[in-house]
C-alpha cells in the first residue's frame, strides 16, 4: 500500500470512498464527500492523501486550515482540521486510517506547522497523540469529542473556526 497526494483522476474514487466509508457511520451529515470537493475547488485542501492498493484508491484524508480565537491561520503558524478521513468499508480496520493519518501528520510538522484539530471519536484519536484542550472550544460538539494535537510552540485558546467548506456544504 501507498500513501500519496491525491492527482485529478482521484477525484471521482475520492468521492466513491467518502460517500461509501460515512454511508454507515451514524455520526455522518451526508455532506462530506462535498465539503473535500468544496475545500479542493476554494484552494483549501492544504492536503489531500490516498492510500492506493493494487492500483486502487482504498483510502483518503482531508486536511485543511483552522482559524483559532481571533487568529488567522498564518498568525498561529498554521493550524489545521484533520478531516473528512475515510476507508474502504470492505478495507477498514487493517491500519489504512492509521496510516493515512500518520503520514499526513508527519507531512505538517515537516511543514512547521503549530497543530491540528480533529473532531471524532477519542478511543480513535487518542493513539496520534490527540487530546482534550479546555481552552479549544468548538460549538456544538461534546467537549471529548473534539481534539488537538500540538506539534510546535504552545497551543492556541479560543474558538476554532473551519472553513466555510464545512459550514456551507
Ligand atoms: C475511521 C476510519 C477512517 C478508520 O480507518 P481504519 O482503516 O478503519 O482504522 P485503522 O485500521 O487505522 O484502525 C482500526 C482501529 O481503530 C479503531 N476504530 C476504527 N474506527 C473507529 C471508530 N469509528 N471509533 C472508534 N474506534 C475506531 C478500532 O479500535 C480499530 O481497532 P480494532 O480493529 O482492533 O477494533 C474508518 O473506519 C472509516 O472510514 N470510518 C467511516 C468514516 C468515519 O467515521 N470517519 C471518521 C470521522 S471522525
Not at 5 to 24: L, M, P, Q, V, Y
Not at 108 to 135: E, K, S, T
Not at 160 to 166: D, E, K, L, S
Amino acid at each position: 500500500m501507498q500513501i500519496r497526494n491525491e492527482t485529478a483522476t482521484d477525484k471521482a474514487a475520492i468521492r466513491r470512498i467518502t460517500e461509501a466509508a460515512f454511508a454507515g457511520a451514524g455520526h455522518a451529515s451526508g455532506t462530506e464527500s462535498a465539503i473535500v470537493d468544496a475545500l479542493r475547488e476554494a484552494g483549501t485542501l492544504t492536503l489531500s492523501l490516498v492510500a492506493e492498493d493494487g492500483g486502487e484508491v482504498v483510502g483518503h484524508v482531508a486536511f485543511s486550515p483552522v482559524a483559532i480565537g481571533e487568529g488567522a491561520p498564518e498568525s498561529l503558524g498554521g493550524w489545521f482540521g484533520l478531516g473528512p478521513v475515510s476507508v474502504r468499508p470492505d478495507r477498514q480496520r487493517k491500519g489504512i486510517g492509521a496510516a493515512l493519518i500518520r503520514e499526513g501528520l508527519s507531512r505538517l510538522r515537516g511543514q512547521g506547522a503549530g497543530g491540528c484539530v480533529v473532531m471524532g471519536d477519542p478511543d480513535y484519536y487518542l493513539r496520534f497523540g490527540f487530546g482534550h484542550d479546555p481552552d479549544l472550544r468548538f460549538e456544538g460538539v461534546p467537549p471529548e469529542y473534539f481534539m488537538r494535537l500540538v506539534l510546535k510552540g504552545r497551543g492556541p485558546a479560543g474558538a476554532v473556526t473551519y472553513q466555510p467548506a464545512f459550514y456551507e456544504t
